[in-house]
Each structure stands twice: as C-alpha cells, then as structure tokens.
C-alpha cells in the first residue's frame, strides 16, 4: 500500500448542503479538505472513518453563546461550553461580552481570547461589547481580533449598559469602514426600565410581569430604529433572538428597503410558549426577550424555515437550576443553555417533513459563514474549507435530559421531548472532537477563527 499521503478519508458519505445531496468521500489534510469524489480516487489515509452512506453536513456555526468565562465559572467556562457546543454538532461559535469584565476594551479581549484559546475544543470568535465611553477602544479591539460587536439596545445589566443612540451611531460609523456585521440585542431600553420600575412599585412578582415588560412593542420598535441607522450609516446589521411573530414583518420591510440587515431566532422560541409554564414552572421560562404566547411560534418557524430569518442561533445562556425557579421573577436568571440540543430539535423538523435538511444547512451553517465572513473556509464542506464535519444518524430517537448534558447549565426547558435525529461525530479542522456522544479532544483544541477580508 502507498504511503499515507493524507491525515484522513471520511469513506462514503451523503453531503448535505444547501443546494442539495451528494454521494462522495472526503480527503483531508492538516485540517483542510482536500479532496471531494469516488471513493476509489481517494488517497492513502492514516486515519479512516467508513460512513457507509450516513449522512454529513457542516459543523453548525452559533453566533450567539454566553459562556460566561471570566466571571461565573460555576455556570459555565470555555471548557464545558464548547465541550457542550461540540457534543451538539457545533465546530464554531461567537461569544458574547457580557462576562465580568465585560468584553469592552483590549485587555478583556486578550484575556478572554487567551481563556478561549487555552480552554476551547470548538473554533471561536469573541465579540467586543459597544458602551458608553469606549468609542477609542473599538478599532484597537478588531486590530486585536474582535470578530464582531455587540450593541444590547435593551440591556439591564450593569456589565453592559445600554448605549445612547450617539454612542450607536459612532460605532457604527467604524464598523461601516470595516464591513463588520453588528449583532444588535434590538429590544427599547427606556420601555424596559420604566415598566420594570413601575411593575415593582405595583408589587408584580410574577411570570406575567416579565411579559409586561418586554412587551413585543418595544422588539418592534428597536428593530425599525437600528435599521434606518444601518441605512445611514452603511453598516451591516444583524438582528439578535427574534422572539416575536409581529417583529417580522418590519425584518421583511427592511430587507425590502434594501438594509443590509440579517436575522436569527433560536429554539427556544420555535419550541416553547407560555403555555409551557404549566410543565416547566412559569418562572423558569424567563428569558430576554421572552418566550411569548403559542401564537408566536409557527410564524416564527414558517420564517425560519422559509428564509425570512436568515440564521438558527441559541443564545445559550446557562444558570445553575436554583438561579432560576425562584418565587419572584425578578430574581429568576434569564435564559436556557442551548449549544447541546438546537440542532437535534432542528433535525426533528426534517424527520417530520417540516423542514428540509438542506435549508437547515443553509440556516446553521452557511449563513451565518456569509453574514459573519468566515466562507469560505467555514460553513461548506468543499475542497479547500476546514474540515469541520458533523455525521449524522437521522433516525435515532432519544429523550433530552439535562443530566446527560456537558453545560454547566443544569436545566433545560426541553427536558424530555423526545428528538428524532442526533449528531454523532463532530470533526473541527480535521479532528474528532466528539464521538458517540463523549468528548474525545482536549482544551485547547479549538482556535480563534480569522475573518476573510
Ligand atoms: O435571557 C437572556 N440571558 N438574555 C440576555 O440578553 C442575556 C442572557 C444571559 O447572559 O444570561
Ligand atoms: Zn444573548
């Protein structure tokens, strides 16, 4: 037999993509593809994984995780976040600043990409936090490998406050050079402060408070006012946790008027309604912007499944489970995690005909490389793109249980549904990450992820 002249062939695979299916295998090269065909051109490997026909995609790229790593370590760390990111078939994610420190100037940065770089088993890009009185600190954060920014319009977090308009402005100016995509948390900040404060004084401790307060109203509103500062200013815009049906229309408008804006929602509000407070406890539901009424979520979906919503993220936000269910609302920690579970709930939907594998393809893999710059070496299995490949057994039914999960984030609201479709091996630039569900690469094994210019 001829020498090994590649690390791996990936032997008869079904590739999915967004435009279709093709039977193949896969060479790959220091974590490069290089070569897709018959199997019998395929090279001497070292490594082979026979696929019999099983089905690959591209390992999901998650532009929304909250990995919380400085500051709240006992809810997750860069180690079981990505571990849980790559155990659910995802090879990249971005990580949001609102840790303490906030992500809002070159030191927090560095740190965090240190953190990340040392603790990681999946690819990561760090995004750096827009506030008041850090304008001169946004462009030494992209020379310093920022892959994007977040602006939290509606944010009542401390850590990171919500900027004035001026301050949006200005950084959108500096973005709009550098043709970097700006993730927008696109809920009025003024609306959410006044109605905190006014449902406080009125005693209000219950579920339906949160409700009242992240009224859809103020998603709307928000949505409408960074897209006409995207018209102005040029700046890519992309619209985080679309959690409203009554918001996509004013996507829909703006796409129309030309704005170079993009979209996501996440499963939480495809899956979930209020109606799920009976099950779950209503308080445990909480999350920003809200899971909402039943009516909601096949609007939600139908957009997503038909383009509309651009990306399938999570906003994975892990809690300990006594952070959560607690008996005022005020004090329940908002959020679910997310990584492990989005693409088996999504695989769900195409075992049941509703979604097709393809624009699942589309919506986890390949937008969010477009939006976010990182095709073509991500997003696309195709000669040339890392090797970042999932395998999937399409008919395995399994129950979702938290005690199975890798995040630290010890409850989930899909506790017990039954899903149809699992990832079962998850490959970032060439290396098994996870198999049969256990994590088989060590901290570290993940990389920053650079921008194509
Ligand atoms: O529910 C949420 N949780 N919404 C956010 O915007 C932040 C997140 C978190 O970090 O817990
Ligand atoms: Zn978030």
Redesign the pocket.
């Known amino acids: 037999m001829a020498r090994p002249s590649v690390d791996t062939v990936m032997r008869e695979a079904r590739i999915v993509s967004s435009t279709g299916v093709r039977e193949a295998s896969i060479a790959i090269a220091d974590g490069t593809i290089v070569e897709i065909g018959p199997d019998e051109t395929m090279p001497a490997a070292r490594e082979e994984i026979v696929l019999a026909g099983a089905t690959v995609i591209p390992g999901a790229i998650d532009v929304h995780v909250?990995f919380r790593d400085p500051g709240f370590p006992h809810k997750e760390d860069w180690t079981s976040g990505t571990e849980a990111a790559a155990a659910g078939g995802i090879t990249t994610v971005f990580e949001?600043p609102?840790t303490d420190p906030a992500t809002a100037s070159v030191a927090a940065l560095t740190d965090k990409i240190a953190r990340a770089s040392a603790k990681a088993v999946v690819d990561f890009g760090i995004y750096g936090n827009v506030a008041d009185g850090n304008h001169d600190a946004l462009e030494p954060m992209i020379e310093a490998g920022a892959a994007a920014f977040k602006i939290?319009m509606g944010?009542d977090?401390p850590l990171v406050p919500a900027p004035s308009d001026h301050t949006i402005l200005a950084a959108l100016d500096i973005f709009a050079r550098h043709g970097m995509r700006t993730t927008v948390?696109a809920e009025n900040a003024a609306i959410l402060v006044g109605r905190e404060a006014r449902l406080k004084a009125a005693g209000r401790t219950d579920a339906a408070a949160h409700l009242e307060q992240h009224a859809d109203l103020a998603e709307m509103e928000a949505i409408q006012r960074i897209a006409l500062y995207s018209r102005e200013t040029g700046a890519p815009i992309h619209i985080a946790?679309l959690s409203s049906a009554r918001s996509i229309p004013f996507i829909e408008a703006a796409k129309r008027e030309g704005t170079d804006l993009s979209c996501e929602t996440c499963p939480h509000y495809l899956t979930l309604s209020t109606e799920d407070g009976a099950r779950l406890g209503a308080n445990f539901l909480?999350?920003?912007p809200p899971v909402r009424g039943p009516e909601h979520k096949a609007p939600l979906r139908r957009a997503l499944f038909d383009g509309t919503i651009d990306v399938l993220s999570t906003?994975h936000?892990p809690?300990r489970h006594t952070e959560k269910n607690r008996p005022v609302i005020w004090d329940c920690?908002?959020?679910f995690p997310g990584v492990e579970t989005s693409m088996r709930l999504m695989l769900t939907a195409v075992a049941t005909g509703e979604l097709s594998l393809e624009r699942y393809v589309a919506m986890a893999a390949e937008a969010p490389a477009r939006l976010f710059r990182l095709a073509p070496r991500k997003g696309h299995i195709a000669v040339g793109a890392d090797a970042d490949i999932v395998v999937l057994d399409l008919d395995r039914r399994e129950r979702i249980s938290a005690a199975r999960l890798h995040s630290k984030g010890n409850a989930t609201p899909f506790e017990g549904m039954e899903t149809i479709g699992l990832p079962v091996l998850t490959m970032v630039r060439g290396r098994t990450v996870m198999r049969a569900g256990a994590i088989v690469a060590p901290p570290g094994t993940g990389q920053r992820v650079t921008m194509a210019v």
């Open positions: 909250h949001m609102n939290y944010s977090n948390h946790h909480r999350v920003k906003d936000a809690h920690a908002p959020g």
